[in-house]
């Protein structure tokens, strides 16, 4: 567990290193967030989905439900090389939706079943454990392996989204040069943070499974 949390810990401060950095570095063009996921819907054919700005920091993210791109405030507002790149990445993910991309209808389907996993399947087996009670042990670390499955499935989402963006940012001239560069940057650090969650994942569903095999 140590070296996984070392390295979610490191992933954690790339993520914002590269986000502070290009944050404050304007691009050429003058676009900011909320116009690149225009932009980019627009070049997708997509027109129903709304781009809203909200509350926080690093706080981006796509709704599927409400169809609508949710923009940090220093993002939507931002004509920074870094806005660009994490608001096209949001877009991404409004292209998968528009294309029904496998992947992200998965990862819609265990959501539910994910967030059941992740508040009781932990206690439930370390209650297991405690009351030398299988059944409950292994219930709860098949609930918690839904959340194991939950990251492994997100990874190819968030992959995708970001060569999504990248492709239309590079290809419609959004960012060029060493701004493309600062875009891919920020986005392959915010895809290392969901390895790191997967990691974390697994070692904690392998730390179970080991301590229920060695009660027995």
Not at 60 to 80: G, M, Q, R
Not at 83 to 99: F, K, P, R
Not at 163 to 172: G, K, P, T, W
Request: aromatic fraction near 10%.
């Amino acid at each position: 567990m140590i070296p996984v949390f070392i390295f979610a810990l490191i992933c954690q401060m790339r993520v914002k290193s590269s986000f502070n950095k290009y944050s404050r570095i304007r691009n050429a063009r003058g676009m900011t967030g909320a116009d690149a996921a225009y932009r980019l819907l627009q070049l997708n054919g997509i027109t129903d989905v709304k781009i809203k700005r909200i509350p926080g920091n690093l706080t981006d993210h796509y709704n599927p439900k409400t169809k609508e791109i949710c923009l940090s405030e220093n993002v939507f507002d931002s004509a920074s090389i870094a806005a660009v790149g994490i608001a096209c990445h949001e877009a991404g993910h409004a292209c998968q939706h528009a294309s029904q991309y496998f992947p992200l209808k998965l990862r819609n389907l265990v959501i539910p079943l994910t967030r059941f996993g992740s508040a009781l399947g932990v206690p439930l087996a370390l209650l297991g454990i405690f009351f030398t009670f299988d059944p409950l042990i292994y219930i709860g670390i098949g609930l918690y392996g839904a959340v194991a499955v939950f990251q492994l499935i997100t990874l190819p989402v968030e992959f995708n989204a970001s060569a999504r963006a990248l492709r239309v940012i590079d290809q419609n001239g959004f960012l060029t040069g060493e701004e493309y560069k600062g875009a891919k940057n920020v986005l392959t650090a915010a895809a290392l943070t969901y390895v790191a969650a997967l990691a974390s994942a697994l070692a904690t569903l392998l730390r179970l499974l080991l301590v229920a095999n060695r009660r027995r």
